[in-house]
């Protein structure tokens, strides 16, 4: 099998993506990739990097003044050609779009040339690129019922993030043995993305400063850019406030802690859940279409987690809610269950028998 994958622009598409073609090489040894993205994100570093053939595209998101996206626009059908090209040299099977403007160009390429296609969409909020793409693709695969409730249902599928089962499979570590804490502490992981958050920052200096007198531990991930700040004003906390810079295992925290307080990313929701993790959720309110407030959401209804959006975030309503939950461990124990629930641990495998029978029906 010969696919073409493309991810671009953000770790949300890029890494399930990843974690899609890690399986397929499980299943089948003689398969070949080709990822296609931008020639100046995040992709165009990692997936050399990992050893898989990579080609960037020229692409721009159709954003700024009206002229600017004409031009945009102009960039656009010019990165179709090129995709074409692509598509005549590598000869894929399938051609899979995770989001991200240069998916755009490299499915609709596929469609027009009648090579089999598939989107994923991570969201509960369907992205622009996605939109474009659902009249055009074969098949769509989506993780929230949100979005699968607006996508056509004759070639949707509700299968989840392919991090699920990487995170379900994966040998993980104890918190208590990476931070040195004793085993009989309960402990609580704090974290805004692997950036940090200013305005969440701000809050927490006051709200650790309260919580460092409670019977558990914390780990309060600043992010590698607030950290020299937060760590000169909070140095005087109590031991049992473990303050980080940045986490690179951030599965096996979610799996030990007894608490994890988080944005609302879809791969960070699709481990919670795959992992059962209680969870206190703090959507990020600047991101597109509020997509984040609206993932939560659908873990909140299902009362797999409670939430405080970022417009009612304090310092005293955060330590009270913490407080609450890890009071109660009947609460935590019912959130977990609830996540476990929504958690699509065979994502990969699911996904990957899709692609297989998408190509029956070519």
Not at 116 to 136: A, C, D, V, W
Request: net charge neutral; proline share 4%; glycine share 6%.
């Amino acid at each position: 099998m010969k696919v073409i994958v493309s991810a671009g622009g953000t770790g949300g598409h890029l890494y399930p993506a990843l974690a899609l073609v890690e399986h397929i090489k499980t299943q089948d040894q003689e398969a070949q990739f080709l990822f296609v993205g931008t020639t100046d994100r995040l992709e165009s570093q990692i997936v050399p990097q990992m050893g898989y053939d990579y080609r960037g595209l020229h692409v721009k998101g159709l954003v700024g003044n009206p002229l600017q996206k004409m031009k945009n626009a102009m960039i656009f059908v010019k990165s179709l050609k090129q995709s074409k090209k692509i598509l005549k040299e590598f000869q894929p099977d399938i051609v899979i779009g995770f989001g991200g403007y240069p998916s755009a160009s490299i499915v609709l390429a596929a469609s027009r040339m009648k090579i089999p296609t598939m989107i994923h969409e991570q969201n509960s909020i369907i992205g622009l690129t996605n939109k474009i793409l659902i009249k055009r693709v074969n098949k769509i695969v989506c993780c929230y019922q949100k979005a699968y409730n607006e996508f056509p249902h004759e070639k949707t599928v509700l299968l989840g993030n392919p991090r699920a089962s990487v995170v379900s499979h994966q040998r993980l570590r104890d918190i208590h043995e990476i931070y040195n804490i004793p085993r009989h502490h309960k402990t609580v992981v704090i974290v805004m993305g692997s950036l940090g958050s200013s305005s969440v920052n701000e809050v927490m200096k006051e709200a650790l400063r309260e919580m460092q007198h409670d019977t558990y531990d914390v780990i309060y991930v600043t992010g590698k850019n607030y950290y020299d700040e937060m760590k000169e004003q909070l140095s005087d906390l109590h031991e049992s406030i473990h303050l980080v810079n940045y986490v690179d295992d951030m599965p096996s925290l979610i799996a030990s802690c007894d608490l994890i307080v988080s944005r609302a990313g879809a791969t960070t929701l699709a481990e919670i859940t795959a992992l059962s993790a209680p969870s206190l959720i703090i959507p990020s309110p600047y991101v597109v279409a509020n997509h984040q407030e609206y993932n939560a959401k659908e873990l909140v209804d299902a009362k797999a987690a409670r939430w405080i959006l970022e417009k009612d975030l304090d310092a005293q309503t955060f330590v009270r809610e913490v407080r609450y939950l890890m009071s109660h461990d009947d609460v935590l124990k019912e959130l977990g269950e609830h996540a476990q629930a929504l958690g699509k641990p065979h994502a990969c495998e699911d996904i990957y028998q899709e692609m297989l029978m998408t190509l029956e029906r070519k």
